[in-house]
Nanobody, 130 residues
Framework: VQLQASGGGLVQAGGSLRLSCVAS????????MGWFRQTPGRERDFVAA????????YYTDSVKGRFTISRDNAKNTVFLQMNSLKPDDTAVYYC????????????????????????WGQGTQVTVSS
């Protein structure tokens, strides 16, 4: 699957951006799509993920209540609505597909390791000024 991400930019703290990721080709059944982010010198970190049907979403703690992941399967597109942006959100954001899950006592859990991701899109820069 090929992924095309867009929507990054420069925004002031407190502002909003919406990232989009269009998938060409079929993603693996039972796997998630989502977003990771990376700053220079650091590992690529999990941000959010969503199931194919959209009934399950996962977020890293630092973005809960501010970011919302959604998808439009008719358009093969995943969105990341980012509100109340902070300078710490500055990073290159990467769309990801074929994110695996595993079973836990709490149900299916997203594998948040970048090494587990099946497919990556190109990054889109998000810069939040203070």
């Amino acid at each position: 699957v090929q992924l095309q991400a867009s929507g990054g930019g420069l925004v002031q703290a407190g502002g909003s951006l919406r990232l989009s990721c269009v998938a060409s080709g079929r993603t693996r059944s039972g796997y998630l799509m989502g977003w990771f982010r990376q700053t220079p010198g650091r590992e690529r970190d999990f941000v959010a993920a969503i199931s194919r049907s959209g009934d399950r979403t996962y977020y890293t703690d630092s973005v809960k209540g501010r970011f919302t992941i959604s998808r439009d399967n008719a358009k093969n597109t995943v969105f990341l609505q980012m509100n109340s942006l902070k300078p710490d959100d500055t990073a290159v954001y990467y769309c990801a597909a074929d994110i695996p899950t595993y079973d836990s006592d709490y149900g299916k859990i997203a594998d948040r390791s970048a090494n587990a991701v099946g497919s990556w899109g190109q990054g889109t820069q998000v810069t939040v000024s203070s």
